[in-house]
């Protein structure tokens, strides 16, 4: 059996090495410029007409001009040509300033067709090569930015056989010809921008610019050269023209500074793959990074930073070491907090943020802070950076905004923190098309806001909450003070901690709830992955007993599942770009076995590029859930996310850390990745000390030693010494740090295998303390999380529901409003959140009893007006089926009717319209409520007499209540808006309780 399995794993490692090894593409430069050889394997080669989802995003920029390659109709296209800034006129910005540049080339009878595409990018330095070709001719271009405010392009025709003359064309939509140049321009004001195209040697004609080419025999190449120069006014853009001798030049410079830089973290492993990505990553941090404002940007598509995207650039920034960039970004979202009056849900990049009001005079308690979440993320950010660096100076400045992100946001008496309402996940689900019939195990798609307490931000406000208590301590001893005896934010962690367990552990099912309705106060019982993983991720290590183990396998069972690869609840496989790397974190904090198949199927996940996006699709494909045709790529925020876990899987040293938890020790967790044998990292830093790391895997026969200690061991521990047997050899070195006792214990975990040692920069008589060097036999973990095999949707979320006692309503509604209106008749009534998962099948007893009669008397559908049904249960025809049984035993059901209006009892509110006659008739007299919502003031006339004002408010119904006496007969309500604009507005007659009125049609 181990020789099987040690030949498996050879045959898996060549046949990994062998795919990892992509024909590159060779230039006429290889010789001049050596590192254009140095390509790396993450790699595109398509032919014309491939979807765009199976293309990926090569970037070339210098912060201040960007483009990129790989997703145009050919693989030359120069996408999203920007300049002579990243910030656009607009934050959605899928063309950047100039839009696209394709290279073309024409002979007689028009364009030739070149149906091979590849694209290749460089390890070392920026640049991405790209080659069109057929059997008989080849277009290649070499693309890079050196610092200016210039996209520079080098570019080679090669004939395989006899080739006519031909032409190079240009096509490039927003430029125009000139005064004999190809110019464009963007914006105005302060965000204008201007472009001209220069072609070596071209003519420029009604249709772009050309050049000619000789006809060439088998195996001659021709050069030309292309420039795009940017400026903030016509009058700085030069017309000089650039021809292939200058770019040789220049491109050999900008080789050898790139050659000639030291990166302060280097990572290296015989994974290929995994070693380019690494490399490739870090250049993409500095080409993604704004010059004006330091920030890392989603260039594909979104020209601006929002909060959550720096968190995965933070994790990024600091695994490469590039602590000096995670600062800016900090200061640069702190200095726009005081210049915007708020903390901010995103930035743009070009901010005079020099012009904030100094910290000392901003008004803090005045200051604007969204509910939840993002708040959080801010304190999360500055942690992980001081635990990286202990720079106490920089978090004693930004005390202020801290304070008050904590402190501000909004939390119940309990503990219980609301959603964001721009959460990704939810995004996720509400991307899905077409959800299934057959099952309703989705949450909810139709709302972004559920009303609804949020596990996820709860407990990311529990994790600031105790990250503050380190950052307070940190900021006392800046000071020369002495650390307290108790910290009251790690008392106040403890009680809200035991708040989360209370309300969120579900104890029949193991695992904790994604929420719980503030409608029906119960919890939302069926799992949402990127919630349920949350906690694990960042950093909630230490539920009491094994609620966290539990909550892990229990969540991993219900989800939908593709291989390694887990959807985002049981029945939806679409996901954010980072809930693999959230999976991928989990299984190594808890030792699963399965963790570095969920490696692989993260590297899987990302594109050809090796980036990743924002949403996917359930073939594991970019999904769009703005614009259609383009999908949300290159994603820091996800992609910097998932490196950091691909990191933390190799090294188990955490970069999201955990609040007071190996601050003075070190914790290793070392593994190798399928495939690979051996990982090493040099120069990593946290908590102010730096570190060498190196581990691999040998494989050999036992030695005399062990042959002799092997047969010291109790029978059924011996290893059979005729086979060879994998050891793993390690070595920790401590490059820079003071320990402040002299050394640190560290703590490294091989296998399962725990080491304790001590490392230090000291040699003593008896120990060299400089270096941890040890072997041990290779053992697999054994700890199961993520299930194998074949994945069934599970049918029903595992859910009992009954009645309320004594209830004789069933109300099914997303609304509080719906519930507050029952008033004394709440106490009989059943409330169920339409916005939460259920199986019809999970529905069926709060109809008709086993005995087939009325659970309830009658069923109020309180939905269809301001959000639809939420879930496929709703429109399903076994709920249709449902409702027949329901009202064929006699039950009663009831839905909102509004005043005219459209679907929904939507009042369209022109900004042309001056009143809105509704006319109804009342059979018998009564008393009525008239029940208002609109998110524009109203007076109210009945019968021509004015009754009531509307104040503004949402768009949603029964924002006001008008008691009102109506006589038998035909009557008017007229709806006047009294402020400009246009509007909605629902209007409606019930009973006090919110029920129809019966006569009234």
């Known amino acids: ?163 006519p003359a031909l032409s190079l064309r240009v096509r490039a939509p927003n430029f125009a010809a000139e005064d004999g140049a190809l110019l464009a321009e963007h914006g105005r004001g302060r965000r204008a921008a201007h472009a001209r195209l220069v072609l070596h040697a071209g003519e420029i004609d009604s249709r772009g610019a050309f050049t000619q080419i000789p006809a060439l025999e088998a195996g001659d190449r021709w050069h030309g050269a292309l420039s ?81 995207d720096n968190a995965g650039a933070m994790l990024a920034m600091l695994r490469y070491g590039m602590h000096a960039e995670a600062k800016a970004t900090l200061e640069y979202l702190e200095a726009a907090t005081r210049l915007l009056g708020e903390v901010p849900r995103e930035v743009p990049l070009d901010l005079d943020v020099s012009t904030a009001p100094a910290r000392d005079t901003v008004d803090w308690r005045t200051m604007r802070v969204p509910a939840a979440e993002l708040p959080s993320w801010v304190i999360l950010q500055h942690y992980w950076y001081w635990r990286a660096t202990r720079d106490t100076e920089l978090i004693d400045a930004h005390w202020p905004l801290l304070d008050v992100c904590l402190k501000r946001q909004r939390r119940t008496s309990e503990d219980l923190m609301p959603f964001e309402g721009s959460e990704p996940y939810l995004d996720a689900l509400a991307a899905v098309p077409d959800l299934p019939e057959d099952t309703g195990l989705v949450p909810p798609a139709s709302t972004l806001r559920p009303a609804a307490h949020s596990l996820a931000s709860s407990t990311m406000m529990m994790l600031a909450t105790q990250a503050m208590g380190d950052l307070v301590t940190a900021r006392i001893r800046l000071r020369g003070g002495d650390t307290p005896a108790t910290n009251p934010y790690q008392q106040r962690m403890f009680k809200m901690m035991q708040q989360i367990e209370s309300h969120y552990w579900l104890e029949d099912a193991h695992r904790f709830a994604p929420a719980i309705s503030t409608v029906s106060d119960s919890p939302w019982r069926e799992v949402i992955a990127n919630a349920n993983l949350m906690p694990l991720w960042i950093g909630w290590t230490f539920p009491t007993g094994e609620k966290s183990r539990e909550n892990l396998r229990s969540t991993l069972s219900r989800l939908w599942r593709e291989g390694a690869r887990i959807g985002t609840t049981p029945t939806v496989g679409h996901t954010t770009g980072d809930l693999q ?104 830093q946290k908590d102010g000390r730096r570190l060498a790391v190196r581990f691999e895997r040998q494989t050999h026969m036992m030695t005399e030693a062990e042959i002799e200690e092997n047969r010291g061991l109790d029978p059924d ?51 060299d303390f400089r270096r941890i060097d040890e072997r041990i036999f290779f053992e697999s973990d054994t700890e199961q999380f993520l299930p194998g095999g074949e994945f069934e949707t599970p049918r029903t979320s595992g859910a009992t529901r009954t009645p309320a006692a004594n209830a004789t309503v069933l109300l099914v509604t997303n609304r509080t409003r719906a519930v507050e209106m029952l008033g004394p008749l709440r106490s009989r009534t059943t409330v169920l959140d339409s916005s939460q998962p259920y199986a019809v099948e999970e529905l069926r007893p709060l109809l008709l009893t086993k005995d087939g009669e009325l659970a309830h008397e009658r069923l109020l559908l309180d939905w269809g007006h301001d959000k639809a049904p939420a879930a496929a249960w709703a429109r399903s025809p076994a709920w249709r089926s449902a409702l027949q049984s329901f009202e064929s035993a006699g039950g009663l059901v009831i839905q909102p009717r509004f005043l005219g209006g459209g679907r929904g009892g939507r009042l369209r509110l022109g900004p042309d319209v001056r009143s809105i006659p509704l006319r109804f008739t009342a059979e018998s007299p009564c008393r009525a409520v008239l029940r208002v919502g609109a998110d524009r003031a109203l007076t109210l006339r009945l019968d021509g007499e004015e009754i009531g004002q509307h104040e503004r408010g949402g768009a949603a119904p029964d924002g006001s209540a008008i008691l009102v006496e109506l006589a038998r007969g035909a009557h008017t309500i007229e709806v006047v808006p009294t402020d400009p604009g246009p509007g909605t507005a629902f209007v409606r007659l019930t009973d006090p309780r919110g029920f129809p009125i019966a006569g009234i049609d």
């Open 581 to 684: 790397g959230m999976l991928l974190v989990a299984l190594t904090e808890r030792n699963g076995t399965r963790r570095m198949d969920a490696l692989d199927a993260l590297l899987e996940l990302a594109e050809p590029a090796g980036e990743w996006a924002e949403l996917y699709d359930p073939s594991g494909r970019p999904c769009a859930r703005r614009d259609a045709g383009r999908p949300n790529r290159m994603r820091p925020g996800e992609s910097g996310l998932n490196l950091d876990a691909i990191l933390y899987a190799t090294t188990g040293i955490r970069q999201a850390c955990m609040p007071s938890w190996d601050m003075r020790d070190i914790r290793m967790k070392l593994r190798l990745p399928n495939g690979a044998t051996q990982f090493s990292m040099r120069g990593h």
């Open 1 to 163: 059996m181990n020789r099987i399995r040690l030949l498996t794993a050879t045959l898996f490692l060549a046949t990994t090495t062998l795919a990892q090894q992509p024909a590159p593409i060779e230039t006429g430069w290889d010789g001049s410029v050596p590192l254009l050889r140095a390509q790396s394997t993450w790699r595109q080669d398509v032919a014309r007409g491939d979807a765009t989802a199976r293309r990926g995003v090569f970037p070339v920029g210098n912060g201040r001009v960007f483009t990129h390659m790989g997703l145009g109709d050919s693989a030359n296209t120069m996408g999203a040509i920007t300049g002579p800034r990243y910030q656009t006129s607009e934050a959605w910005a899928p063309d950047g300033q100039f839009g696209s540049l394709t290279l073309e080339l024409h002979g007689a009878s028009g364009p030739v067709e070149l149906p091979t595409q590849r694209v290749r990018r460089t390890r070392v330095a920026n640049f991405v090569i790209t080659e069109d070709r057929s059997d008989t001719l080849a277009l290649r271009t070499v693309t890079f930015a050196p610092d200016g405010l210039e996209l520079l392009r080098w570019i080679e025709v090669e004939a395989f056989a006899a080739s």
């Open 228 to 308: 795009v120069r940017t400026a903030t006014d016509q009058a700085g853009l030069a017309a000089r023209d650039s021809d292939p001798a200058d770019l040789l030049a220049r491109a050999r410079a900008f080789a050898t500074a790139a050659t000639r830089t030291t990166r302060a973290v280097e990572y290296d492993t015989d994974h290929v793959r995994l070693r380019d990505l690494l490399a490739d990553w870090r250049i993409n941090l500095d080409v993604l990074r704004c010059a004006e404002s330091g920030l890392i940007v989603p260039m594909v598509h979104r020209r601006s930073v929002s909060i959550r």
């Open 717 to 767: 521990k011996q290893r059979d010494p005729n086979v060879p047997h994998s050891r793993i050899h390690f070595v920790a070195e401590l490059l820079e740090g003071t320990p402040e006792q002299g050394y640190y214990d560290v703590a490294i975990d091989v296998g399962g295998t725990m080491f304790v040692r001590y490392l230090s920069h000291d040699v003593t008589d008896e120990h």
